[in-house]
């Protein structure tokens, strides 16, 4: 599925391939919080990033590396140093990989079978997390990744 993505004030769109497109995964660690916002989590899809294409005419996309446990991470967090919007985030670990934000993608969605919550173990008090079918929960990471769910449940595109 093609993706298009863009940041709020415009200054930054892109496309990219995903095979993964359900947002279905839900994450509640400090650093997707607060770089990323929306209800106490951040919401990370999958893509090709041989397929990337970003416009940016203003020179407006940026990048920072979250310090982690007090290291700084190899990931690449990347956004528009214009209006704060979070657009994906580059890992050179798997350099194949980009990971839109759920939020900054403007291509209509499916909707997902089940939420999957993780990072539980650094949620605010103050964040309500949904219970009962249909919401799964993690105090850190699910052993499937975002492509082994979607092939799980069928959705894999290929």
Request: glycine content about 8%.
């Amino acid at each position: 599925m093609k993706l298009q993505g863009s940041c709020q004030c415009g200054a930054v769109s892109f496309s990219l391939e995903s095979r993964t497109p359900y947002p279905y995964m839900r994450c509640y660690c400090s650093v997707c919080r607060k770089t990323d916002g929306g209800g106490g989590y951040a919401i990370n899809l999958m893509g090709e990033a041989a397929s990337l294409d970003v416009h940016d005419d203003t020179g407006a996309k940026r990048s920072f590396r979250a310090v982690i446990d007090g290291q700084e991470s190899v990931a690449e967090r990347h956004f528009c140093s214009r209006c704060g919007t979070s657009l994906w985030l580059w890992d050179p670990r798997w350099p194949e990989l980009i990971h839109p934000l759920a939020s900054a993608i403007d291509t209509p969605l499916p909707r997902p079978p089940e939420t999957v919550h993780i990072m539980l173990e650094y949620k605010p008090s103050w964040v309500e997390v949904p219970e009962g079918p249909g919401h799964i929960h993690f105090q850190r990471y699910p052993e499937l990744s975002i492509e082994d769910w979607h092939k799980s449940h069928g959705l894999f595109e290929t």
